[in-house]
């Protein structure tokens, strides 16, 4: 929380060349954010994306799903809006339609891994149930934050499998493996990374264990380039190899 806090004053304090990507600072979202009072930063921020003069500013988006982020998190807030991991995620898609260069993505790095693995879990959680359209949505959200997400494109690949979406699986997995040749896959964080290893194992395992060893074998040479000193994925690699 502290992290999110000194995040966010560093933000809305920095340099004009930031703050001039909106029309406006959002202080007081700022101050209600900081102060806890996620419900009252819910109703502010509707207010500015409904108003035509700041209706296409980042910020409120991004107050808006890091607002419903933390609702989710408490059983009081959560009863009144029962919808509000759902509602962080439509926020967080609107955000980021809205920041494309990614502005403020750095400034809010905290807010950002802890939602990148909670989209994980609930993604890992509806394959399990076999909820693929929901996974499939996960995924997407993923890939809505960093386009270059390798791991998310491969796991959307598999929910496609499941939904007997041929043409739209063989893209996802060109799509990554496009990005692992060429090595603009990003894995400059740890989220990133984790899942991109998780995606290249499962995946890998699954078609060595469909009879595809050969197609495992090339998936988890691509990803030598970044996991060679992992023990997980050297032990992977070898029981497919050998």
Not at 30 to 46: I, M, R
Not at 90 to 108: H, N, P
Not at 218 to 242: A, H, P
Request: a neutral charge.
């Amino acid at each position: 929380m502290k992290k999110i806090a000194l995040a966010l004053a560093v933000i809305l304090s920095s340099s004009l060349s930031v703050l001039a990507q909106d029309s406006r600072e959002y202080k007081d979202l700022l101050t209600l954010f900081v102060s806890e009072k996620y419900d009252k930063v819910v109703q502010k921020a509707t207010g500015y994306t409904e108003d035509e003069d700041t209706k296409k500013d980042a910020m409120p988006y991004l107050f808006l799903s890091m607002s419903y982020f933390e609702i989710n998190k408490k059983d009081d807030l959560r009863a009144r809006y029962p919808d509000a991991f759902k509602m962080c995620l439509k926020y967080l898609k609107a955000y980021a339609s809205k920041d494309k260069d990614r502005v403020y993505y750095a400034e809010y790095e905290d807010f950002f891994a802890k939602l990148r693995y909670a989209i994980i879990a609930e993604g890992e959680l509806m394959m399990d149930q076999a909820k693929y359209t929901k996974a499939k949505s996960m995924y997407s959200y993923l890939i809505n934050l960093e386009e270059k997400d390798a791991g998310a494109h491969i796991y959307l690949g598999m929910t496609f499998i499941a939904l007997k979406s041929k043409k739209e699986a063989e893209t996802a997995f060109a799509t990554a493996k496009a990005m692992l040749s060429d090595k603009t896959a990003k894995t400059n964080n740890k989220e990133l990374s984790d899942l991109l290893k998780n995606a290249l194992i499962t995946y890998s395992l699954r078609l060595n264990d469909e009879g595809s060893k050969g197609e495992a074998k090339e998936w988890m040479e691509l990803g030598m380039e970044w996991f060679q000193n992992d023990k997980e994925y050297k032990v992977t690699y070898d029981s497919i190899n050998g």
